[in-house]
């Protein structure tokens, strides 16, 4: 693999080939990465899961000083499963100038173009370097970007720019909101269904606890501004999985609710759970206990997205823009790693990359071809400005 030449679409094949659905460990399309940016004599770090069956991974291509350009992406992708594809996920298929595969979208494209320029990066005369960071786990809470911002920001002189390479057609985003992820378990007490008086069912008061959620989310739409860059503009609840009970003529001792919120950038990301979980505690689960002692409510925070605020992030825009050639910036209500990356360096933010979000954990996903040679295009001024002085 020394100082292989791969194009844009070649390396996303070999990436797509890599099934790395966030169940999955990502370690073989990390350490395929490493070799291939160690062929070209650039040395790598690993940032590891606590379990090692996960890896973030960074490197520096160009001189090791700051104002560079941090070029940031995902490793991981949502499951095929139950999905009607046409073609082999794993096996990148070009028809009628789309490119299929998982992956291709969401969001492998950006930085397979990114290491397919490696050598370009190399032989430009770089005065300001080109930082790659790789994460995983983006899909199940950004869980992966936490430990390696914050190797970056202990070890890695301090950029000018960060460029989040999620879906947003080559135009600029730079605004998004933040979600919130818990996981609360409802124990109550078995009886015979015909017994209600003598147990509690879980899956009862779960549902309780769902019919609360959307109190307060019609709460949130009244007082929702008329005017906002965000569509829904009041943060929103979702309720994910809800699993509970053994058999339909038995009171449910367990119930297990997945649930969470997409917050908006400027209030506290914790304050709906905090409300949330305050009414558990205080309004039902004594409801719980009055039917049976043992009934208990218990919730724990699965992941953390902070919201990306557009403050403080003139620069890369203005940059991300002059690459681009784009003339839009506006803001997203999905989430991405933007806020912890700005909140964790401390250094101007945005999200701009090839392919189209609705494309996105479908079925069928695909990139456009042209979006490929609009990112090469943009990568290729990003090099002409990280060699001026």
């Known amino acids: 693999m020394a100082g292989e030449i791969v194009g844009s679409v070649e390396m996303l094949r070999r990436l797509v080939a890599f099934d790395t659905t966030s169940r999955n460990s990502n370690l073989a399309l990390i350490e395929y990465v490493q070799q291939y940016l160690q062929g070209h004599g650039i040395d790598s770090k690993l940032v590891p899961s606590e379990d090692g069956k996960k890896a973030n991974l960074f490197a520096t291509v160009g001189p090791n000083v700051k104002d560079g350009v941090v070029l940031s992406g995902h490793t991981d992708v949502v499951p095929v499963d139950g999905q009607p594809w046409d073609t082999d996920p794993w096996t ?6 789309k490119y299929y595969g998982r992956g291709t979208c969401d969001m492998k494209a950006f930085y397979a173009i990114g290491l397919a320029m490696l050598p370009a990066f190399k032989n430009a005369k770089l005065k300001k370097p080109i930082h790659f960071a790789l994460s995983y786990d983006e899909e199940v ?19 000018r720019a960060i460029i989040i390479g999620e879906p947003t057609m080559m135009t600029v985003v730079h605004a998004h909101k933040g979600a919130q992820i818990y996981i609360t378990k409802f124990t109550g007490f078995e009886a015979h269904s015909s017994m209600t008086h003598l147990g509690v069912s879980a899956i009862h008061f779960a549902g309780e606890f769902v019919h609360y959620l959307n109190t307060v989310q019609d709460e949130l739409d009244a007082k929702a501004p008329k005017q906002s860059e965000f569509m829904p503009a009041a943060a929103t609840f979702n309720v994910g999985t809800i699993v509970g009970g053994t058999a339909g003529n038995i009171l449910a001792r367990e119930c297990e609710v997945l649930w969470g919120y997409r917050e908006l950038p400027g209030l506290p990301i914790e304050a709906l759970g905090d409300r949330a979980i305050e009414w558990l505690e205080k309004e039902l689960l004594p409801k719980m206990k009055a039917r049976h002692p043992a009934a208990t409510i218990g919730t724990v925070l699965r992941s953390s997205t902070p919201a990306f605020s557009s403050e403080g992030n003139d620069e890369a825009k203005a940059l991300a823009r002059s690459w681009s050639g784009s003339n839009t910036v506006g803001s997203v209500v999905y989430g991405t790693e933007a806020g912890i990356f ?23 996903e695909f990139i456009l071809a042209s979006q490929i040679d609009a990112c090469e295009g943009f990568m290729h001024r990003m090099i002409e400005w990280c060699c001026r002085d």
Not at 92 to 97: I, S
Not at 342 to 364: M, S, Y
């Open 141 to 159: 809470g950004c869980i992966g970007a936490h430990g390696l911002a914050a190797r970056m920001a202990s070890e890695v002189p301090k950029p």
């Open 342 to 364: 700005r909140k964790t360096l401390g250094v101007p933010t945005v999200v701009c990359g090839p392919g189209d979000i609705a494309q996105a954990h479908q079925p069928n």
């Open 92 to 97: 990148l298929t070009l028809k009628d100038g």
